[in-house]
């Protein structure tokens, strides 16, 4: 028998069926949703669709430059997988690290004009893939519901407080 940390016994709460079929509907199209957006930007722009998301938070930070930790943060990863992924973008010649002048052990990324052209001509196919995938097979008001939806959970699940596991500080 489980126990809470007050001593009061505890049962698991289990998925009813309905409960069931939902939780397993929103993995798998998820699981879809995710694959053919990366075949996608894998096929027309030679990137996974996580690099994608950097460049595009880089392209809207102030002269397209954002602390590491504020872009870790902001694309919910560890720093290891960014620092990667920043190499990455790096190598092709689309980010560029800098030193912070405000924190001598900090960095910026930059997204350079390559990577702006890059992004640039991948924004429109990225976004065709999105709409044929997602909208497309929505009524407005199923796109409202999902927005709220995904809102609440949001909201639900975002990290708050000091001992908070937040994937950016590991």
Known sequence: MDTAPNGVSEQPRWLSDDEQR?????????????????????????MPHVYYGLLVQLSQAPRRRMRMTELAKDAKITRSRLSHA?????????????????????????????????????????????????????SPEQVGQLGEIMRVMAEGLQPAGPDADLPWLR
């Open 22 to 46: 939902v939780w397993r509907a929103y993995l798998h199209a998820t699981t879809l949703l995710e694959d053919h957006l990366d075949r996608q930007l894998q096929r027309d722009a030679g």
């Open 86 to 138: 920043v190499a990455r973008l790096e190598k092709n010649g689309w980010v560029r690290r800098e030193d912070c002048p405000s924190d001598k052990r900090g960095q910026n990324a930059f997204l350079t004009e390559e990577g702006y052209e890059v992004l640039r001509r991948s924004a429109p196919g990225h976004v065709a893939a999105v709409r044929q995938a997602l909208f497309d097979r929505l």
